[in-house]
Every structure is written in C-alpha cells, then in structure tokens.
T-cell receptor, first 114, second 113 residues
Framework: NAGVTQTPKFQVLKTGQSMTLQCAQD?????MYWYRQDPGMGLRLIYY???????DKGEVPNGYNVSRLNKREFSLRLESAAPSQTSVYFC?????????????FGPGTRLLVL | GENVEQHPSTLSVQEGDSAVIKCTYS??????FPWYKQELGKRPQLIID?????GEKKDQRIAVTLNKTAKHFSLHITETQPEDSAVYFC????????????FGSGTRLSIRP
C-alpha cells in the first residue's frame, strides 16, 4: 500500500496562474481532506469530502476549489494563484464512516507563488 | 466556532526529563482526541489517541490524559530522547461524520543533550 500520495512535490507559480494539486489514497477510506500549513503554523482545513460525491468548506476555503473525482482521488485547484497561497499543502484521508477517525497524511506539496 | 488551544508553543527539556503539552477544546460534542508528531520537512503522523470514554491511555513512553468535564487533554512524554524533537499537534473531532477535525496550533519540542 502506498497510503496517501500527492503530486507534485514542489511547484513554483506566478501570480494569476492556475494549477491543480492531485491526491490519491489506496486505503479505501471514505473521507478525504486538504490542509495548508504555513511556516511555523498549524494545519488549517481548506476543504474536505466526508464521502464520495460530497465536499464541504473548511476553515480557509477562499481561492480554492475541490473535486472528489472518485473514492480514491481528491484534487485541489487554485484558479488564480496569489502570493498568500504560498504554503505546504497536505492531503489526508480517514475512514470516518467506520468510526476510524485517524487521519493519514500525504507527503505534502510545497507551493511557492511569486 | 469550535476551537482547540494548545500550550506551550515551544518547549525545551533536558534529555531524560519529561515533557507535557496541554490542549483545551470548546466543542463539548468532541469525542476523539489524536496527537500527531511532525518531524522537520515530514508529514504529520499519529502517535497516540484517546476517546471520550477513557481517561488515560499509555503507549511506552507516551501517555495522554483526558478531562472531559474541564474539556482539556494532555500529552506526556517521559524519559525524553533526541528523536522526540519535533512539532506536536493535538486535535479534537466530534462524533458526527460531518464534524470537522480541529487542530491545535502546535508545540515545537526541543530535547537538549
């Protein structure tokens, strides 16, 4: 099992460019999440998907969109990147439906917006 | 809204001594409290968790205690070692599958040789 995988590992964007961060999990988990972590800060929830076909806003959703493509994949899109979106982005999954709340994190994507 | 406060933000202890990190939560519906460890440049990983029907849980040198009445829980690391140096995050989750997980702001633990 690869667990939770994310692509790309690193990305540099110019202000106004768009990009999609990809996340996939092979643990058959129902729930998936996107977080951002700014330097020296905690994890802030951007969006989450409690189950396939549903998505909901988290604490900091502005400037982002998500797609739960299927049970395995959950993508995060930046339509018009801004320097304030420079951060490390973590995807995570859990099996909330089975009362297994442990979150398994991907390796992260480091994004720099110039 | 729901909130999790974590203290201290930084902690430095002598190798071999104990470290304690404390968190308080606001949502009385929270019933699951995990602790994650994040080493520099790595992903957060679960180290221990506790559910609301239990007051204390121990795993070797790590223990977590929960006081539901006061809405606070703590991480205890005994006989600290250099590899314990990391950032530790607490979190609180409610029973409903729609409940969001709320993380504390993290504690940077440094172990002095």
């Amino acid at each position: 099992n690869a667990g939770v995988t994310q692509t790309p590992k690193f990305q540099v964007l110019k202000t106004g460019q768009s990009m999609t961060l990809q996340c996939a999990q092979d643990m058959n988990h129902n729930s998936m999440y996107w977080y951002r972590q700014d330097p020296g800060m905690g994890l802030r929830l951007i969006y989450y998907s409690a189950s396939e076909g549903t998505t909901d806003k988290g604490e900091v959703p502005n400037g982002y969109n998500v797609s739960r493509l299927n049970k395995r994949e959950f993508s995060l899109r930046l339509e018009s990147a801004a320097p304030s979106q420079t951060s490390v982005y973590f995807c995570a999954s859990s099996d909330r439906g089975a009362n297994q709340e442990t979150q398994y994190f991907g390796p992260g994507t480091r994004l720099l917006v110039l | 809204g729901e909130n999790v406060e974590q203290h201290p933000s930084t902690l430095s202890v002598q190798e071999g001594d104990s470290a304690v990190i404390k968190c308080t939560y606001s949502d009385s519906a929270s019933n699951y409290f995990p602790w994650y460890k994040q080493e520099l440049g790595k992903r957060p990983q679960l180290i221990i968790d506790i559910r609301s029907n239990v007051g204390e849980k121990k795993d070797q040198r790590i223990a977590v205690t929960l006081n539901k009445t006061a809405k606070h829980f703590s991480l205890h690391i005994t006989e600290t070692q250099p590899e314990d140096s990391a950032v530790y995050f607490c979190a609180a989750i409610g029973y409903s599958s729609a409940s969001k997980i709320i993380f504390g702001s993290g504690t940077r633990l440094s172990i002095r040789p």
